[in-house]
């Protein structure tokens, strides 16, 4: 992978975490932050698709590497909720 097409998918994977973290309503942080919110999104929406056994829906391809948005919206949005719980949970806010 070349390193524009890794740009590309970093680009991506904070749009991603982004929109995620607007659906949980719920800010971790910058854009770092939502970069590792997108590709931890992708892992938690890959996993939930298939263990409900559903197809991928829509995914960009950059050089080979596949990267699957809307699981990735998906997940991001699962993850950004479970921390705000956790996160309320422990310090009360």
Same mark, same amino acid.
Do not use: H, N
């Given at each position: 992978?070349? !390193?524009? /097409?890794? $740009?590309?998918l970093l680009l991506i994977a904070a749009i991603c975490g982004? %929109? #995620?973290?607007?659906? =949980?309503?719920?800010? !971790?942080? /910058?854009? $770092?932050?939502?970069i590792i919110v997108g590709f931890i999104g992708a892992y %938690? #929406?890959?996993?939930? =698709?298939?263990?409900?056994?559903?197809?991928?829906?829509?995914?960009?391809?950059?050089?080979?590497?596949?990267?699957?948005?809307?699981?990735?919206?998906?997940?991001?949005?699962?993850?950004?909720?479970?921390?705000?719980?956790?996160?309320?949970?422990?310090?009360?806010?």
């Amino acid at each position: 992978m070349t !390193l524009m /097409g890794f $740009l590309l998918l970093l680009l991506i994977a904070a749009i991603c975490g982004g %929109i #995620g973290q607007s659906l =949980a309503g719920y800010d !971790l942080g /910058g854009c $770092l932050v939502s970069i590792i919110v997108g590709f931890i999104g992708a892992y %938690i #929406g890959t996993w939930i =698709a298939a263990k409900f056994g559903l197809p991928p829906i829509f995914e960009i391809s950059i050089q080979g590497q596949s990267f699957p948005v809307v699981w990735a919206v998906i997940g991001s949005a699962v993850f950004t909720a479970i921390i705000a719980l956790l996160r309320r949970a422990f310090t009360g806010k």
